[in-house]
């Protein structure tokens, strides 16, 4: 693993309650990919961030999620009023300049929402 | 649109068996394939790639070739070992865009 850090890497919620996933991609990587699992199924593109820019956005739900990718700190993935339904694994990938097809992943944060 | 199917698990297989895993894929233009190995409790690590048709990628004695006419890029080893138990992810990049596309991955598991 080329060292993308995620936490938490299991996180529980109750329905209603704000998730913040956190990623730090590898040192030196400007650009950041967000991926959902769910359950039974393959990982599916949410966003696509480079510093303090999103550029594609295309796969991220169009209510309650949002991400970011700060000058300084790590990239947020925030789901706000969490449902069931929002339960997976979602994954984060970096990957440096110039080489957008070769993403380094992290372990993932496995969110339950209760 | 781009997608890629994957053969379904799980696969068990006794230690020095050969496996193949299916994958076949839908893009336009000329994508990039690749497989992806993920361990229990870790992260996707990139295991190979191929970036143009009859490209074989190979490591650590997994292999597999970017067949345009049939639209796949099966992965095969020779000889599965105890330590190749893991999960594995068929996924394409397009030539233009920027997020990979995965198959839903097939669990393999190799007993001795």
């Known amino acids: 693993n080329a060292g993308v850090m995620q936490n938490p890497r299991h996180l529980v919620r109750r329905r209603g309650q704000e998730a913040r996933l956190r990623c730090s991609p590898v040192k030196g990587h400007s650009h950041v990919y967000w991926y959902r699992q769910l359950p039974e199924e393959g990982l599916k593109f949410m966003v696509y961030?480079?510093?303090?820019?999103?550029?594609?956005e295309s796969g991220m739900p169009k209510e309650r999620f949002s991400a970011e990718f700060p000058k300084e700190g790590p990239s947020i993935l925030r789901i706000q009023q969490v449902v069931r339904g929002d339960s997976a694994a979602y994954f984060c990938?970096?990957?440096?300049?110039?080489?957008?097809?070769?993403?380094?992943f992290g372990a993932g944060t496995r969110l339950s929402v209760l | 649109g781009n997608s890629v199917t994957q053969m379904e698990g799980p696969v068990t297989l006794s230690e020095e068996a050969f496996l193949t895993i299916n994958c076949t894929y839908t893009?336009?233009?000329?994508?990039?394939l690749f497989w992806y190995v993920q361990y229990p409790g870790e992260g996707l690590q990139l295991l190979l790639k191929?970036?143009?048709?009859?490209d074989k990628g190979s490591n650590k004695g997994f292999e597999a070739t970017y067949r345009k006419e049939t639209t796949s890029f099966h992965l095969e080893k020779g000889s599965v070992q105890v330590s190749d138990s893991a999960v594995y992810f068929c996924?394409?990049?397009?030539?233009?865009?920027?997020?990979?596309?995965f198959g839903t991955g097939t669990s393999l598991t190799v007993i001795p």
């Open positions: 996924a394409l990049t397009a030539s233009t865009g920027n997020q990979f596309y």
């Open positions: 893009a336009t233009g000329y994508p990039s």
């Open positions: 961030l480079q510093k303090e820019n999103i550029i594609d």
């Open positions: 990938a970096s990957s440096p300049p110039g080489a957008r097809d070769i993403q380094y």
């Open positions: 191929a970036t143009k048709a009859d």
